[in-house]
């Protein structure tokens, strides 16, 4: 079921203090774990990691003025933009440059927003379902 509180815990709005250049695209991983009021699971901080930066789905914040061009000319790719502002897309499990920015108001028990500047050209998908249906296989 579509829950729009889900997806805004999910891709939290919060600045990620960058900006892409060049023909870079920034993204903001989904936040993959919301904390319950039931029992708890004793993770090892190697694995909750693992979790956390393996995600692989993103929402479109920021593209940089040179994405989708060609390097030479500059001309737009004859087949247009993969993704725009707002796209929710599949990101490499490896690779670009991540971050993590806490979430104003957020206790330390909530998982930190997530932030990644890839490449244009490693864009995998966009994705066409409800974004929070989409499991990676780790």
């Known amino acids: 079921m579509v829950s729009e509180a ?23 991983l989904r936040r993959t774990k919301k904390k319950t009021s039931g029992g708890k699971i004793i993770l090892v901080e190697e694995t909750k990691n693992a979790e956390k930066w393996q995600n692989m789905v993103a929402k479109v914040l920021d593209i940089g003025p040179l994405a989708f061009r060609k390097r030479d000319s500059m001309e737009p790719w004859p087949e247009g933009a993969w993704a725009k ?19 104003p108001g957020d206790d330390d028990l909530e998982d930190p927003a997530l932030f990644m500047i890839l490449n ?19």
């Open 120 to 138: 244009d050209h490693e864009l995998i998908a966009r994705v066409t379902g409800y974004p929070l249906d989409m499991r990676a296989f780790i």
């Open 85 to 103: 502002v707002g796209d929710y897309i599949r990101v490499p499990k490896w690779g670009g440059d991540r971050w993590e920015v806490k979430v």
């Open 6 to 28: 889900d997806l805004a815990w999910a891709f939290p709005p919060v600045d990620p203090g960058a900006k892409p250049l060049g023909a870079r695209i920034l993204v903001q």
